[in-house]
């Protein structure tokens, strides 16, 4: 159904561009890298044959695809994100191609000893025989969400070399901003109208999701007392005592490399500082409103406990959700999941439905009245080096796109 040599080839294209956004930034976009792709992607976007395309001052790109003779057909709309997760060096990409993948160890950079086995990715023994697009160990792949990018395209560029497959009005969207949770700030859901949408933002082959995690994002402040170390005693307070301190109160079972499925958790993911002020960044997550908003509560009980043990102001603690459970908004309209699921069963995909243990543009999306499942684009061990995409799972996200596409065509608004 669709070629691989061109489907590799619009992935590495799209990888040539550091997209990283930037957590600390308070712009839009975050980073002014984003843009050279984004007015790639405009001109790609027009080259394909997608009408109304636009680019706007903060980055956001959207295109139409007409109908095609079902204009009584629900409006349907696909979102991927153009920016790459901060967590690793996002660029230049170094890739590779692995074909016929044996099973075995990969080794993704000889001269640093950097390899990959299925003994650490149990996942990578599912793809024996098949393609794998990898790192070279000093960069992330981009796959999240550059993958979903390519699906996207490609599955428009399909429907217009094929038109006797009938279709309603099809509307896409390429945000900014989503790996550091502002991607949804400036979206226009009015101007965007579509009746539902669907991001292609999911990570192994089958995946389909419509919950994801309440997510909050804390900073705290722990201000010490620097005094020199020679005339410390009962003067100095040293920020890094009490940082340290806090990370050992928080509960050592819940969090990211110990829980899974619906479990939610605790994660210190950024330091910064020293003895005088340590700046500690924070993820809350819970897939449970209720346990989410105890999980605050915890975190103020700390702040609380600290000022009371080190003095008032020594501790500040400053937490802002970021989005939530899209369930409470997908339930309503959970036909928009069937239609997604039988578009997968029709491209010979079972359907993996699971919670997100993450969020999408969707979430958010799904609370400013676009309702918005999430569906796979075939990578894995994203944020990192050992990032990698089987090609056939890309092929298949390409597919379902189309698939859903031809189903919502049969639909009646």
Not at 260 to 286: A, N
Request: with cysteine; aromatic share 10%.
């Amino acid at each position: 159904m669709f070629n691989m040599q061109e489907i590799v080839g619009r992935f590495a294209d799209y990888i040539k561009f550091d997209t990283a956004s930037d957590h600390d930034s308070h712009s839009c976009p975050s980073t002014d890298k984003q843009i050279p792709f984004a007015r790639y992607l405009f001109q790609e976007l027009r080259a394909v044959g997608f009408q109304q395309v636009t680019l706007d001052e903060n980055g956001y790109i959207m295109a139409t695809l007409p109908s095609n003779g079902c204009e009584d057909a629900p409006t349907v709309g696909f979102i991927a994100h153009m920016d790459t997760s901060p967590d690793a060096s996002g660029g230049p990409v170094g890739w590779q191609l692995i074909k016929n993948y044996d099973g075995g160890r990969i080794i993704l950079n000889q001269e640093k000893d950097i390899t990959m086995s299925p003994e650490e990715f149990p996942e990578l023994a599912s793809y024996k025989g098949q393609h794998l697009l990898v790192t070279d160990g000093t960069t992330l792949l981009g796959a999240d969400d550059k993958a979903g990018i390519c699906a996207i395209i490609s599955a428009g560029e399909y429907l217009l070399q094929h038109p006797e497959i009938p279709h309603g009005t099809i509307r896409i969207a390429f945000t900014p901003d989503e790996e550091i949770g502002k991607s949804s700030d400036h979206f226009d859901v009015d101007a965007f109208g579509a009746d539902f949408a669907y991001t292609v933002d999911g990570g192994a082959i089958g995946g389909l999701e419509y919950e994801n995690f309440n997510a909050a994002n804390a900073a705290v402040v722990f201000k010490g007392r620097n005094v020199h170390t020679g005339d410390a005693k009962n003067k100095m307070i040293n920020a890094l005592t009490m940082a340290a301190e806090w990370q050992q109160l928080l509960p050592q079972a819940e969090q990211p490399e110990t829980t899974d499925g619906y479990e939610g958790f605790y994660h210190c993911h950024q330091i910064k500082g020293d003895v005088s002020e340590i700046r500690l960044g924070m993820l809350i997550r819970d897939h449970d409103r209720q346990r989410f908003e105890k999980r605050k509560a915890y975190l103020r009980s700390l702040a609380s406990f600290m000022n009371d043990k080190y003095g008032q102001g020594r501790v500040e603690l400053v937490c802002r959700d970021v989005y939530y459970n899209m369930r409470e908004r997908i339930e309503p309209v959970m036909h928009i999941v069937e239609l997604a699921k039988t578009a997968m069963e029709r491209a010979g995909i079972k359907p993996v439905i699971s919670p997100i243990r993450g969020g999408t543009d969707g979430a958010r999306l799904s609370f400013k009245g676009l309702p918005c499942p999430n569906i796979f684009t075939g990578g894995h061990n994203f944020h990192g080096i050992y990032e990698y995409l089987p090609v056939q799972s890309l092929e298949k996200s390409c597919e379902t796109v189309v698939e859903i596409i031809r189903g919502a065509g049969q639909l009646k608004r």
